[in-house]
């Protein structure tokens, strides 16, 4: 039972972590129409929740795994999960420069909002020889 658990626990950052990264980069570098302010805020946090959790789970995954293969004596998975940490290692080396690459910030960026600009229903005069524009 031991080993189906370090296999599942292998596996999760095998796949799990390289999905979560292509989801979450693809969700930023889209341009989604949203429509109010608050929708496109929604959709930046989600996709910093996604971004975030990959490279949380890019370095959690491996340690527990050593840990835990470590804490069973299976020198097989050990070997595994320490060859698993150069890949981290790999897996923020390629997030660094698509970061260094990208013309906005990967994680605590909002996307621009369709929101259409508020009408002027009334006109405030400014001193100084600035009428309202109309008369």
């Known amino acids: 039972m031991k080993r189906v658990g370090l296999g599942v626990l292998l596996f999760a950052w095998l796949y799990g972590v390289p999905f979560l990264l292509i989801v979450g980069l693809i969700r930023r570098t889209s341009s989604p129409y949203m429509a109010t302010h608050a929708a496109a805020q929604a959709f930046g946090a989600t996709t910093d929740t996604i971004l975030t959790a990959a490279l949380v789970l890019n ?43 990208a013309t906005a910030p990967l994680i605590g960026w909002t996307p621009a909002d369709q929101e259409p600009a508020p009408r002027v229903t009334q006109c405030i005069p400014i001193s100084g020889g600035h009428g309202c524009p109309g008369g």
């Not at 370095?59 to 840990?67: D, I, N, S």
């Not at 070997?79 to 940490?85: G, I, Q």
């Open 59 to 101: 370095l959690a995954l491996p340690v527990a795994g050593v840990l835990l293969a470590r804490l069973v004596r299976d020198r097989c998975w050990t070997r595994h999960f320490v060859w698993s940490l150069v890949g981290t290692a790999l897996i923020y080396f390629a997030v660094s420069i698509a970061g260094r690459a």
